[in-house]
C-alpha cells in the first residue's frame, strides 16, 4: 500500500513532541494564502545565507515532499519561512541554533551533499528526542514547514481542497455513530 502525504504527516506529527519555541513561527490569516513570486530573477535570501537556503530547501521537502500534490519547496515553504525568520530576533537565534547542530550533525560533509537516507537518518534522530538541541531544532522546522506550506494555495487548495469561505445550506456535523447523541 502507497504512502499518503496524511499518513506521513501523522507520523512526523506524532513523533516530535512540543518544544518551547512551538508557537513562535509566523502564523497566517485563514483567508491568506501566500503567492511566491513566480518571477524569472533568482531569490535572494532575507536571513539565511544561500548555503543555509538551500539547506532549508530540502529541509522542508523532507517534512514535505513532493507526491501526487506539490511538496513544500514547489510552494515556496523555504521562502517563507526565510521571510519569517528575517523578522523575528527570537527566531533568529533558535534558527541560528538549529542549523549548527545541523552541521554539528553532518560530520566530515554539508547537508545538502548527503543522500537522501542520509538526510532522513538525522532527522529521524533528531525527532526521537534523545538530543534536546536536535528536537528542538527538528519541532521548529516541522511547525514552521507546516505553517508554511499550508498558508500557500498549494498547501490549502490543491492539497486540502479548501474552497474558501463556501455556503453550505445544511452542516449535518459529525455522522459517526459513536459520536450522535
Not at 17 to 34: I, M, R, T
Request: glycine share 6%.
Amino acid at each position: 500500500m502507497p504512502t499518503s502525504r496524511r499518513n506521513v504527516l501523522k507520523t512526523i506529527a506524532s513523533a516530535a513532541a512540543v518544544s518551547p519555541l512551538a508557537g513562535q513561527h509566523e502564523h497566517h490569516a485563514a483567508n491568506d494564502f501566500v503567492q511566491i513570486s513566480s518571477a524569472k530573477t533568482a531569490y535572494k535570501p532575507k536571513f539565511f545565507s544561500q548555503a543555509q537556503f538551500s539547506t532549508l530547501q530540502i529541509l522542508v521537502d523532507l517534512i514535505i515532499p513532493r507526491t501526487d500534490t506539490p511538496g513544500a519547496a514547489d510552494a515556496g515553504a523555504h521562502r517563507i519561512i526565510d521571510t519569517s525568520v528575517s523578522r523575528s530576533k527570537v527566531l533568529q537565534t533558535a534558527w541560528r541554533d538549529g542549523m549548527q547542530w545541523l552541521d554539528s550533525q553532518s560530520k566530515n560533509k554539508p547537508f545538502n551533499s548527503k543522500s537522501q537516507d542520509e538526510q532522513v537518518a538525522i532527522l529521524t534522530a533528531a525527532s526521537s528526542g534523545s538530543d534536546a538541541r536536535g528536537l528542538k531544532f527538528f519541532t521548529l522546522l516541522k511547525g514552521a514547514t507546516v505553517d508554511a506550506y499550508y498558508s500557500t494555495q498549494e498547501g490549502l487548495k490543491t492539497e486540502l481542497g479548501w474552497n474558501a469561505n463556501t455556503f453550505l445550506p445544511e452542516f449535518k456535523g459529525c455522522t459517526h455513530r459513536e459520536h450522535q447523541s
